[in-house]
């Protein structure tokens, strides 16, 4: 493994990234909807402005985040190595486990950047609303970038084996479990579930966990997270999602890295 | 790079066998050939009688089922193999967004030339003038003479253009090439004057074939 041939080859994706007018579009929907969002909140009255800026600009981080996360995830391999561009950079010299780094790699960074347009939006838009930097919630949006970097790793990591829509359909799995490990440790935790408390310990301390900020958990109790985190009850029962520790964190992490690491493998068992 | 290394055999091929999962016959049946530094080979034959694949094979993105393959009297795969290849491929395989100069910069750096002169190399090959337009908006022209401008990247030892277009660079390149010493393979479906420039050919038929 060269890295710099692993460099090259992700800065030549995230070039060309940049120049698709699509990413520029994601970007730009994202901002308008967190200004639309910001307008709205400001025809409300007290706090919950906050909440309806809170809300809004978290639905946009997670549904717009789970939707870029897929297609860059998705789109990594197929279009390329049809066209033969993939093989066109095997024959330079480039290992087929160097070009699967490089493009897993170039799409996590353009993941990061568009989510992070709509984090600097939402901040201007607090700041507008005279909530000056909302700290709490820059800790959510940065939780929500790591949730969605899983997502993209488990769908990157799938399209270097399979097809781009059962690689989204596995990122999107990804996600799905890695919420669902949450809440179940939380309900476990909480005493709501008191069934196999020990295998919800261990599949969650290995597997990985959608990392939840504080924010958000005080905003679902309140149920007012909207879309990104909707009340949870379990027999009538509330469940407080608890907020991430750092072994969560850090696991999510790791998470992203093995899926990383893995999409190098997977692109070596494929036809470039 | 460099007429002090062409010694040896450029590339020895011997009863390469490529068979597909599930093909229902070999991509190529034992196909042998042998190419001294300076030596040319056409490489033709009807749609689908194999040539893309031998020359995938060669430039390392197929391996043979069967058979070896050496290249500078080494395994095909090694760094130092690979280093010494220039490949031009066929159609458009340049991803959309990137121009032309970075497409040639990236093939640059990949294949260890990182100082390269994109704008010069595009010159040598008539396409000076599209440097800085995005590959999705050349002319097919432009993309065959930005595939051959790829093959010449660091003056390599062993030049392998699939179905290249015979612009009159073209034709100057592989006589130069072969006059410092190169290997020149070409895979074309229709000759032309390739097999005067190249001097041997080897016709494909259903994957088999000797030159």
Same mark, same amino acid.
């Given at each position: 493994?060269?890295?710099?041939?692993?460099?090259?080859?992700?800065?030549?994706?995230?070039?060309?990234l940049?120049?698709?007018?699509?990413?520029?579009?994601?970007?730009?929907?994202?901002?308008?909807?967190?200004?639309?969002?910001?307008l709205?909140?400001?025809?409300?009255?007290?706090?919950?402005?906050?909440d309806?800026?809170? &809300?809004?600009?978290?639905?946009?981080?997670?549904l717009?985040?789970?939707?870029v996360?897929?297609?860059?995830?998705? /789109?990594?391999?197929?279009?390329?190595?049809t066209?033969?561009?993939?093989?066109?950079m095997?024959?330079?010299?480039?290992?087929p486990?160097e070009?699967?780094l490089?493009?897993?790699?170039?799409?996590?960074?353009?993941?990061?950047?568009?989510?992070?347009?709509?984090?600097?939006?939402i901040?201007?838009?607090?700041?507008?609303?005279g909530?000056?930097?909302?700290?709490r919630?820059?800790?959510?949006?940065?939780?929500t970038?790591?949730?969605m970097?899983?997502?993209?790793?488990?769908?990157v990591?799938?399209?270097s084996?399979?097809?781009?829509?059962?690689?989204?359909g596995?990122g999107?799995?990804?996600?799905?479990?890695?919420?669902?490990?949450?809440?179940?440790?939380?309900?476990?935790?909480?005493?709501?579930?008191?069934?196999y408390?020990g295998?919800?310990r261990?599949?969650?301390?290995?597997?990985?966990?959608?990392?939840?900020?504080?924010v958000?958990?005080?905003?679902?109790?309140?149920?007012?997270?909207?879309?990104?985190?909707?009340?949870?009850?379990?027999?009538?029962k509330?469940?407080?999602?608890?907020?991430?520790n750092?072994?969560?964190?850090?696991?999510?992490?790791?998470?992203?890295?093995?899926?990383?690491?893995?999409?190098?493998?997977?692109?070596?068992?494929?036809q470039? | 790079?460099?007429?002090?290394?062409?010694?040896?055999?450029?590339?020895?091929?011997?009863?390469?066998?490529?068979?597909f999962?599930?093909?229902?016959t070999?991509?190529?049946?034992?196909?042998?050939?042998?190419?001294?530094?300076?030596?040319?080979?056409?490489?033709?034959?009807?749609?689908?009688?194999?040539?893309?694949?031998?020359?995938?094979?060669?430039?390392?993105?197929?391996?043979?089922?069967?058979?070896s393959?050496s290249?500078?009297?080494?395994p095909?795969?090694? /760094?130092?193999?690979?280093?010494?290849?220039?490949?031009?491929?066929?159609?458009?395989?340049?991803?959309?967004?990137?121009?032309?100069?970075?497409?040639?910069?990236?093939?640059?750096?990949?294949?260890?030339?990182?100082?390269?002169?994109?704008?010069?190399?595009?010159e040598?090959?008539?396409?000076?003038?599209?440097?800085? &337009?995005?590959?999705?908006?050349?002319?097919v022209?432009?993309?065959?003479?930005?595939?051959?401008?790829?093959?010449?990247?660091?003056?390599?030892?062993?030049?392998?253009?699939?179905?290249?277009?015979?612009f009159p660079?073209?034709?100057?390149?592989?006589?130069?090439?072969?006059?410092?010493?190169?290997?020149?393979?070409?895979?074309?479906?229709?000759?032309?004057?390739?097999?005067?420039?190249?001097?041997r050919?080897?016709?494909?038929?259903?994957?088999?074939?000797?030159?």
């Amino acid at each position: 493994m060269n890295a710099r041939r692993v460099a090259a080859l992700a800065a030549a994706d995230f070039r060309a990234l940049l120049r698709r007018r699509w990413m520029l579009y994601a970007i730009v929907v994202g901002v308008v909807i967190i200004v639309l969002v910001a307008l709205s909140a400001d025809t409300s009255i007290g706090t919950s402005k906050l909440d309806d800026l809170r &809300r809004g600009g978290a639905s946009v981080l997670l549904l717009g985040g789970l939707a870029v996360a897929l297609v860059f995830g998705g /789109s990594a391999f197929e279009r390329d190595r049809t066209s033969g561009h993939l093989g066109m950079m095997a024959a330079a010299g480039a290992a087929p486990a160097e070009i699967g780094l490089g493009r897993a790699v170039s799409r996590l960074v353009a993941l990061i950047l568009v989510m992070a347009s709509w984090m600097a939006a939402i901040a201007v838009a607090a700041g507008a609303l005279g909530y000056g930097v909302d700290a709490r919630f820059l800790v959510h949006g940065a939780a929500t970038i790591l949730n969605m970097s899983l997502v993209l790793g488990g769908t990157v990591m799938m399209a270097s084996l399979i097809g781009a829509w059962a690689a989204g359909g596995f990122g999107l799995i990804v996600y799905i479990s890695a919420q669902a490990i949450v809440n179940i440790q939380s309900a476990t935790d909480q005493g709501v579930i008191s069934s196999y408390g020990g295998v919800v310990r261990a599949v969650s301390a290995v597997l990985p966990n959608a990392v939840v900020a504080p924010v958000i958990t005080e905003m679902q109790l309140r149920n007012v997270a909207g879309p990104a985190a909707p009340r949870l009850e379990i027999d009538g029962k509330v469940i407080a999602v608890t907020p991430s520790n750092t072994y969560e964190v850090l696991l999510a992490i790791v998470w992203v890295g093995i899926f990383l690491l893995a999409t190098a493998g997977g692109l070596r068992r494929r036809q470039l | 790079m460099g007429a002090g290394l062409l010694t040896g055999v450029a590339v020895r091929a011997e009863d390469i066998v490529v068979q597909f999962p599930g093909g229902k016959t070999p991509a190529l049946a034992g196909v042998s050939f042998r190419l001294e530094p300076g030596d040319g080979l056409l490489v033709t034959g009807d749609e689908g009688c194999g040539k893309s694949t031998l020359l995938r094979v060669l430039v390392g993105v197929v391996r043979p089922s069967y058979g070896s393959l050496s290249l500078f009297g080494g395994p095909a795969q090694a /760094s130092f193999a690979r280093r010494r290849l220039g490949f031009g491929p066929e159609t458009r395989p340049f991803p959309s967004g990137l121009r032309a100069r970075d497409v040639l910069d990236l093939v640059a750096l990949v294949r260890g030339y990182p100082g390269t002169d994109a704008g010069a190399v595009l010159e040598r090959v008539g396409a000076g003038g599209v440097a800085m &337009r995005r590959v999705e908006r050349l002319e097919v022209e432009d993309s065959r003479r930005l595939s051959l401008a790829c093959a010449l990247i660091g003056d390599p030892d062993l030049i392998i253009l699939d179905d290249p277009w015979e612009f009159p660079e073209t034709i100057d390149e592989i006589t130069v090439a072969r006059a410092r010493g190169a290997a020149v393979v070409v895979a074309s479906p229709d000759p032309g004057g390739f097999p005067a420039l190249l001097g041997r050919t080897l016709t494909l038929d259903h994957g088999a074939g000797v030159a």
